[in-house]
Nanobody, 118 residues
């Protein structure tokens, strides 16, 4: 079993920055993808950014140039640096991990609230 715990959410003014962290523990396979998703009220959950164990990275078009995902494989951790935040970035942000060898093995964190408001 794998557990994910996010931290770093909060309230920030438009134009500000936040850094989210996610730590994974348990039986983690080496070949995996870690990602950040978000879900705003009344909307579907959407992919924000993903990074594989070997560095392949993808960012959603809506955050490209403002957000950056990074990983520390030794710590089984993933981070999301969020700059130039906008009110539309307000959402619950979820950490996600998928085993690339057995794709049905996927795990979610409980989520952390990010609110962008003046």
């Amino acid at each position: 079993q794998v557990q994910l715990v996010e931290s770093g959410g909060g309230l920030v003014q438009p134009g500000g920055s936040l850094r989210l962290s996610c730590a994974a523990s348990g039986s983690i396979f080496k070949n995996n993808i870690m990602a950040w998703y978000r879900q705003a009220p009344g909307k579907q959950r959407e992919l924000v950014a993903a990074r594989s164990h070997d560095g392949i990275t993808n960012h959603a078009e809506s955050v490209r140039g403002r957000f950056a995902i990074s990983r520390d494989n030794a710590k089984n951790a993933v981070y999301l640096q969020m700059n130039s935040l906008k009110p539309e970035d307000t959402a619950v942000y979820y950490c996600y991990l998928q085993n690339l060898r057995i794709e049905s093995q996927e795990y979610w964190g409980p989520g952390t609230q990010v609110t962008v408001s003046s």
